[in-house]
């Protein structure tokens, strides 16, 4: 089973900051690598696909890289509908398609 | 627009068993996609239960020891999620979500799970 951990585990940041979110996986993933935000009291949104792929919608400010075990969610200026908790999950076989504890990201 | 809702009971009894439904409105639940369900239990994160490809098979999470059962009713384009032998440890709001297919499109030949129900809060509890 492939884990995923990411770090930080929480960070706080100010509106127009950049944040930068790591996600690594136990065993390669290739590029089957996807990124979720989700605000409380919402249902998760997907924001990227493919490791780095923008879901249809999902701001320029978000962007994402990697490919087989270490990946980065970067988004490049806060806005105030940024703070969240995100996830990375991957989608290689076999399953479970486990997630990632998550990164907080909270206003300073 | 593709829309998700999720329904059931939202108190189980320990040891019972967990029923939920998702019906999906504005697309057929019989193409290329596979149909998830995910749990967060109380402020904890994400949990991975499993999905279903109307097609052909259905897979879920090892970690869940054989008590799930997903299964499909293109018929009604539902999908639904059996737990049994609940306990306080499957308390969380599930939501169900469909992993929509790209096929050559992109590299994985999965957008990912882009439409996502409202989620229900299920509590097990005598």
């Known amino acids: 089973e492939v884990v995923l951990t990411q770090s930080p585990a929480s960070v706080s940041l100010s509106p127009g900051e950049r944040a930068t979110l790591s996600c690594r996986a136990s065993?390669?993933?290739?590029?089957?690598l996807f990124w979720y935000q989700h605000k409380p009291g919402q249902s998760p949104r997907l924001l990227i696909y493919?490791?780095?792929n923008r879901a249809t919608g999902i701001p320029a400010r978000f962007s994402a890289s990697g490919s087989g075990t270490d990946f980065t969610l970067t988004i490049s200026s806060l806005e105030p509908e940024d703070f969240a908790v995100y996830y990375c999950?991957?989608?290689?076989?076999?399953?479970?398609?486990?997630f990632g504890p998550g990164t907080k990201v909270d206003l300073k | 627009q593709v829309q998700l809702q999720e329904s059931g009971p939202g108190l189980v009894k320990p040891s019972g068993t967990l029923s939920l439904t998702c019906v999906v409105s504005g697309a057929s639940i019989n193409t290329n996609d596979w149909w998830s369900w995910v749990r967060q239990p109380l402020g904890k994160g994400l949990e991975w239960i499993g999905e279903?490809?109307?097609?052909?098979?259905?897979i879920d999470n090892p970690s869940l020891n054989n008590r799930v059962t997903i299964s499909v009713d293109t018929s009604k384009n539902e999908f639904s999620l059996r737990l049994t032998s609940v306990t306080a440890a499957d308390t969380a709001v599930y939501y169900c979500?469909?992993?929509?297919?790209?096929?050559?499109?992109?590299?994985?030949?999965?957008?990912?799970?882009?439409?996502w129900g409202q989620g229900i809060t299920v509590i097990v509890s005598s």
């Open positions: 979500a469909r992993v929509s297919y790209c096929g050559g499109e992109c590299y994985s030949g999965y957008h990912g799970m882009d439409v």
């Open positions: 065993h390669s993933v290739s590029n089957f």
């Open positions: 493919d490791a780095s």
């Open positions: 999950q991957h989608r290689s076989s076999p399953p479970p398609f486990t």
């Open positions: 279903i490809y109307p097609r052909g098979n259905s």
